[in-house]
Every structure is written in C-alpha cells, then in structure tokens.
C-alpha cells in the first residue's frame, strides 16, 4: 500500500471503517463511533505538515485513546456515560488497568479533564506502565493543536521506546486520524499488524487497513474513469 497515494482518503477510510472498532473486536465498546458533540469539533486545525493534511470528512468520535482489549459485552452495550459510570465502580480499589478503561471511557464520553485526573491516578498506581503515558498524551492532543503536538511527540517517544507495543502503535496511528497525517496512520497500523496479526488490536488494524486501501482503489477508479 502506498500512503502517498490515500493521503486523501483515510479519514473518510477511518469512519466507513469504525464499526470494527465499535463492534467485532468491541476495543471501545459500542461508543467507540459515537456521533461527536457538533459544538466541540474534533479536528480543531491541520497539525500534518503542508502537502500532508487529510480532506474529507472530520465527524470522528471524541479523542480516545483505544485499549487493546476486548470490552465485556455487557459493558459494550452500554452508552457512554452508563459506561463511565460501570467502570467507575470497577476502578475504585484502584487498579491500574481498571483506571486505564475507566479513563478511556471518559474520553469517549467526552469528559476529557475527567479522563485526565484518571490517567494520572493510574500513572500512580502503575509507575513503570506505558499506557497511562499514552493516555495522558492523548488527553493533551484533545486539547487542541498545541497539546495534539505534544502527543504526538510523545507517541513516537513511546513507539521508539517499546517498538513491539501494539497498544502504543495503535494509538499512534489513531492520533493521526486526528492530525490528518495519513502516513503515519498507514505506517503505524501496519506495525500493529507485523507485531501481532493474531490478536484483537491488530485484526482491528488490519480490517481498517484493508478498508481504506479498498476505498482507495475505489477513489483511484472512479477518477480514472471519470477522467
């Protein structure tokens, strides 16, 4: 695949694609696609470099970081803020994996200070983990253009620190949906998919994968035979 070429056509790629997140493999839950509240946008300006912004449509979710775990299907089918609510109680003796889904799914209900104070408190209780890192980095990115720089310095820190992390490559790339900066969407899912294939982060990056190619070609297509 090459990514010079669906530079224009990930982010339309990405929402055609969502429901894999949202459904087979369920990494976020049902909310994972939730329509995004109109008077917050999510892309708030071109962070890429010039010659590598995305066009299309921007109605994507709220920020989230995404977990490389499957959600429980009852938690699944739940809405956003009744999933906070149900990973509020499992959070709080404190375990750091349990802050971790607390906190994502805080973010995608858009509660986005509160997911902060969460990944903090799971930074706490897991001192040497990368992903509260992560998380912390993608609650500054939804703060706007500025903190959406800092985490995505903070992002290839984490990817050349642990290049076999699925978790940190996947959020990688999914940061970049948001920064509009197609290769390294293309280049950072594609390492998801080398380290493990197998596993539901990386089947979920393969399918999308698969789907902006797919919508690619068809783009190619159409302008060929328009043309």
Known sequence: MNPGRIVGVVVAGLVVAGAVIAGAMALGGTSQLAPPDPAQPIVIGVVAAPGEELTGPTDLPPLAMVLDEPVPDAVAQLSPSEQVTAYRVEAEGGDADALMRLGAAQQRAGEQDAAAGTFREAAAADPE????????????????????????AVLARVTRENPESQLAWFNR??????????????????????????????????????RIANQADGQGNTRTSGG
């Open 129 to 152: 983990g990368i992903a509260p890192v992560i998380g912390l980095a993608m609650s500054d990115a939804a703060t706007g253009d500025t903190g959406m720089k800092r985490a995505t």
């Open 173 to 210: 790339g999914w940061l970049a949906t948001y920064r509009r900066d197609g290769k390294d969407v293309i280049e950072s899912w594609k390492r998801v998919v080398t380290i493990d294939p197998d596993s539901p982060i990386g089947k979920t990056a393969a399918d999308l994968l698969r």
